[in-house]
């Protein structure tokens, strides 16, 4: 008898822990996540600051893309 409740302690220590790695593990996976979204927003503003300049004076046209260049006011297509 002593044996059986022993053995039944063991076992909810067992499955609280088990429980315990599958929580950490969905944080850990969560965290991941959103450091992986992060890197995405990093890299397309770092394309946007590459590409999306003005043509004849090199000044980043920002992100609203207005008709005309703030710098030299060049039309831009």
Same mark, same amino acid.
């Given at each position: 008898?002593?044996?059986? &409740?022993? @053995?039944?302690? *063991?076992?909810?220590?067992? =499955? !609280? #822990?088990?429980?315990?790695?599958? $929580? +950490? @593990? +969905? *944080?850990?996976?969560? !965290?991941?996540?959103? #450091? @992986? %979204?992060?890197v995405l927003i990093a890299v397309a503003v770092g394309i946007l600051? +590459? &590409?999306?300049?003005? /043509?004849? $004076? %090199?000044?980043?046209? %920002? #992100? =609203?893309?207005?008709?005309?260049? /703030?710098?030299?006011?060049? /039309? !831009?297509?």
């Open positions: 008898m002593e044996r059986a &409740y022993k @053995a039944r302690k *063991i076992m909810e220590r067992m =499955s !609280i #822990v088990a429980a315990l790695l599958v $929580c +950490l @593990a +969905l *944080i850990t996976q969560f !965290i991941l996540l959103f #450091v @992986a %979204g992060l600051h +590459l &590409y999306w300049r003005c /043509p004849d $004076c %090199g000044a980043f046209l %920002g #992100v =609203s893309k207005t008709d005309k260049c /703030p710098n030299c006011k060049r /039309p !831009i297509e």
